[in-house]
């Protein structure tokens, strides 16, 4: 993909868990090495002690593993002078450093590409995404299938012990025996939030009859 006429941009691929963000990012990381370009691809640590690390295989055979990383300076650190495309996945999992870095690997040339979950548990910005949305050239925003209903889900369902986790449980449960599901606005429970929200708005219409 060529954005202009000069070579540097970002790009961010967005969306709940299931929505394929991986794969779009690996399909396009394959692509560009099928156009021979030196591709770099890293993963925040954070996320690979649970997933595995995982690495991108090209056409003639090339394999590029994901470099975990634990920070967005690190980022930096490591990409080579002569990178062209740099890849990260699980962007939400970064630092605010994030932006920055992404920016200044851009006005060097390279085509930055961040895949990452916009919404944490609670259906609430997550980490830098929405600023990365903000300052990107390009951004895709996928949706996954929604388990209860079959539509296209914009939520990540947090489950403990099978039931919704309530909103004041932390953003990233280290060790945590939770489990999630992808679901729509409506399939998407947060108790306390929920309720709050119900008080706000007989807050809202109680003021409102009083006008
Ligand atoms: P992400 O990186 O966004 O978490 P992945 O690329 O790892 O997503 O996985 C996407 C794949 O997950 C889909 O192609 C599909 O096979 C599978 N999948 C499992 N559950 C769902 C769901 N509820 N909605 C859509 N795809 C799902
Ligand atoms: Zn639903």
Known sequence: MNYGKHPGWIEVISGVMFSGKSEELIRRVRRGLIARRRV???KSHLDSRYAGLYSVTSHDGTEFDASPVDSAAEIFRLVRPDAEIVAIDEAQFLDADVLPVAAALAARGIRVILAGTDTDFRGEPFGSMGALMAVAEVVDKL???CVVCGDPA????????GKPARYDSPTIMIGGRESYEARCRHCHKVPRRDEDQRELLEGVEGRGSKV
């Open 40 to 42: 770099q691809v890293f």
């Open 143 to 145: 949706q996954a299938i």
């Open 154 to 161: 914009c939520r990540n369902q947090r489950l403990l012990d």
